[in-house]
T-cell receptor, first 114, second 113 residues
Framework: KAGVTQTPRYLIKTRGQQVTLSCSPISGHRSVSWYQQTPGQGLQFLFEYFSETQRNKGNFPGRFSGRQFSNSRSEMNVSTLELGDSALYLC?????????????FGPGTRLTVT | GESVGLHLPTLSVQEGDNSIINCAYSNSASDYFIWYKQESGKGPQFIIDIRSNMDKRQGQRVTVLLNKTVKHLSLQIAATQPGDSAVYFCAENTPGGYQKVTFGTGTKLQVIP
């Protein structure tokens, strides 16, 4: 099976702009989670989608949003970008239907806000 | 609130020695723990997991120990190799409602040849 893919891999935006990141999970995985990773921080949970519904949400402002499509692909959107949004955004998928907690991560999208 | 933290941000180990990476968690209700390895430029990769009804689990060259009394988790890597150099994260799964996985801040393992 192909792994989790994320596009684009690198992105440079300016403050005030918005950005959309895409994630394609492993085939058959219906759960997709998004994380923000910054230097010195752990992985900060953004949200999780399962069957096109947001199931969990982390402590991020409303500027961060996401959605999931019927084919389980997911997008996350950040509006009104701030310098502090510069980070590696990771997507992870898992087969919740099997009761597994193991997540498979993509390579991430490196977002730089200038 | 819940938190998962690591005792040491950086660990340097001689090649061939054993490595021990520690992790503290605060939510006594967490029922599942995972260790991930993240190499430079890549996403985290699953190493080993353990359920709260166990106190030890072994994999290939890796062992995870769980002490629920003091809410402590450790990852032991035997005969550390240069390829083990990476950042290691522990994560806990908290049940109730819709389970959520919380990651620690990470420990960087440097293997000295």
């Amino acid at each position: 099976k192909a792994g989790v893919t994320q596009t684009p891999r690198y992105l440079i935006k300016t403050r005030g702009q918005q950005v959309t990141l895409s994630c394609s999970p492993i085939s058959g995985h219906r759960s997709v989670s998004w994380y923000q990773q910054t230097p010195g921080q752990g992985l900060q949970f953004l949200f999780e989608y399962f069957s096109e519904t947001q199931r969990n949400k982390g402590n991020f402002p409303g500027r961060f949003s996401g959605r999931q499509f019927s084919n389980s692909r997911s997008e996350m959107n950040v509006s009104t970008l701030e310098l502090g949004d510069s980070a590696l955004y990771l997507c992870a998928s898992r087969d919740r239907g099997q009761g597994s907690y193991e997540q498979y991560f993509g390579p991430g999208t490196r977002l730089t806000v200038t | 609130g819940e938190s998962v933290g690591l005792h040491l941000p950086t660990l340097s180990v001689q090649e061939g020695d054993n490595s021990i990476i520690n992790c503290a968690y605060s939510n006594s209700a967490s029922d599942y723990f995972i260790w991930y390895k993240q190499e430079s430029g890549k996403g985290p990769q699953f190493i080993i997991d353990i359920r709260s009804n166990m106190d030890k689990r072994q994999g290939q060259r890796v062992t995870v120990l769980l002490n629920k009394t003091v809410k402590h988790l450790s990852l032991q890597i035997a005969a550390t190799q240069p390829g083990d150099s990476a950042v290691y994260f522990c994560a806990e799964n908290t049940p109730g409602g819709y389970q959520k996985v919380t990651f620690g801040t990470g420990t960087k393992l440097q293997v000295i040849p």
